[in-house]
């Protein structure tokens, strides 16, 4: 497989974009929370993993199905860390804007496609104290909309970037937005 030359840090991007994600186990997905307590990793309703297509990701996403306001996401960094995140709809972007765009995937979704969600911050040591935000997908899909699996019902920006492109430029906003959420500063 072309990328796997060089180390595994180094190939983790070029690796995702090519093949997707590499498959995670439910235990190590539970354990990618490092936020939640014990109890909550083990009550978490993770999604069919069965029906995962791994190839087609960037991270792991799910909204929770007994209660829509609750996703989750699964990354794994460029050190192959896997990192949980459980992000809070602050409020889905209908009152202000007919149409909104992804922070991260760049699409432009109809009134409600885009929400404000926001997560503790933490690091390793613990909880950090305050939040982080961004406005992303409501249904957390940005895998399928930069790899047009999944399209939105408005009209898109013409753009000359590849799929490749947008899939590295995901990436990096997702890994961004992670390192905020566990940085000291
Ligand atoms: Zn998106």
């Known amino acids: 497989m072309a990328g796997w030359s060089g180390s595994r840090t180094t190939c983790a991007l070029t690796c995702r974009i ?11 997905i539970r354990a990618s929370f490092r936020a939640c307590s014990a109890g909550e990793r083990k009550r978490m309703r993770l999604p069919n993993l069965s029906e995962v297509e791994w190839e087609n990701l960037d991270f792991l996403s799910w909204i929770d ?3 829509p306001k609750t996703g989750y996401i699964v990354a794994m960094l460029a050190d192959e860390r896997e990192v949980g995140l459980v992000l809070r709809m602050v409020k889905a972007t209908k009152s202000v804007a007919r149409q909104s765009m992804c922070n991260w995937c760049r699409t432009i979704h109809p009134m409600g496609g885009v929400a404000l969600f926001s997560t503790l911050r933490w690091n390793e040591q ?34 000359m970037k590849s799929i490749e492109e947008r899939i590295r430029d995901l990436n990096d906003h997702v890994e961004l937005f992670i390192n905020r959420v566990i940085s000291e500063k």
Not at 18 to 28: I, L, N, P, R
Not at 134 to 156: H, P
């Open 18 to 28: 090519e093949v997707g994600m590499q498959v995670v186990a439910e235990t190590d």
């Open 65 to 67: 199905r007994s209660d």
């Open 126 to 159: 613990g909880k950090l104290g305050g939040t982080i935000g961004d406005y992303i997908c409501a249904d957390l899909a940005c895998s399928a909309y930069v790899r047009r699996l999944k399209r939105s019902d408005q009209v898109q920006l013409p753009t």
